[in-house]
T-cell receptor
Framework: GNSVTQMEGPVTLSEEAFLTINCTYT??????LFWYVQYPGEGLQLLLKATKADDKGSNKGFEATYRKETTSFHLEKGSVQVSDSAVYFC???????????FGKGITLSVRP | DTEVTQTPKHLVMGMTNKKSLKCEQH?????MYWYKQKAKKPPELMFV???????INESVPSRFSPECPNSSLLNLHLHALQPEDSALYLCASSRLVGETQYFGPGTRLLVL
């Protein structure tokens, strides 16, 4: 079956630090990969996505590259801000009529 | 525009009450979803509608009753809930089942 593994959290960083959040997956076929962000008290927002190998998704300074050889989709940002404090979920979908499979999520706290 | 709206934002109900959650999207999406999310956990899929027909029911108790009156609206009718049903209920939509999902802000439900 499909699964998504995220690094254990929480993660606490100082403002302007570099961020990496690891995500690896197991899937049948060729999945689409997603990062969703959930700010405190809110729903999930699509942060970025990639639909095929070597695609790079990017948004709001965040980037993630679909690595088929390592089955990974790590999230990176060069300089985090306090406003990036949120829970980040990695997820995959294997196409038509498939469900979204989520990782456990990781809480990021950025201190001033 | 990738907006999914949900009402109400917050809901408190007793175990004998009947209430409904509403979800709306105007993106022309033909797949709509209900999820339940407990604190610090990823969303759990409850129901999937495709072209206004129920296509997936993840063995959800009958005290939760979904309804899709048209292609833009999705309701979740609640009756005789238990305190453990307290959670954030998220609605999502996608162009078709299996494609990128866009989430609403959620309804935070408290069952007393």
């Amino acid at each position: 079956g499909n699964s998504v593994t995220q690094m254990e959290g929480p993660v606490t960083l100082s403002e302007e630090a570099f961020l990496t959040i690891n995500c690896t997956y197991t899937a049948t076929g060729y999945p689409s990969l997603f990062w969703y962000v959930q700010y405190p008290g809110e729903g999930l927002q699509l942060l970025l996505k990639a639909t095929k190998a070597d695609d790079k998704g990017s948004n709001k300074g965040f980037e993630a590259t679909y690595r088929k050889e390592t089955t990974s989709f790590h999230l990176e940002k060069g300089s985090v801000q306090v406003s990036d404090s949120a829970v980040y979920f990695c997820a995959l979908s294997t196409g038509a009529n498939s469900k979204l499979t989520f990782g456990k999520g990781i809480t990021l706290s950025v201190r001033p | 525009d990738t907006e999914v709206t949900q009402t109400p934002k917050h809901l408190v109900m007793g175990m004998t009450n009947k209430k409904s959650l509403k979800c709306e999207q105007h993106m022309g999406h033909r797949a709509m979803y209900w999820y339940k999310q407990k604190a610090k956990k990823p969303p759990e899929l409850m129901f999937v509608y495709s072209y206004e027909k129920l296509s997936i029911n993840e063995s959800v108790p009958s005290r939760f009753s979904p309804e899709c009156p048209n292609s833009s609206l999705l309701n979740l009718h609640l009756h005789a809930l238990q305190p453990e049903d307290s959670a954030l209920y998220l609605c999502a939509s996608s162009r078709l089942v299996g494609e990128t999902q866009y989430f609403g802000p959620g309804t935070r439900l408290l069952v007393l």
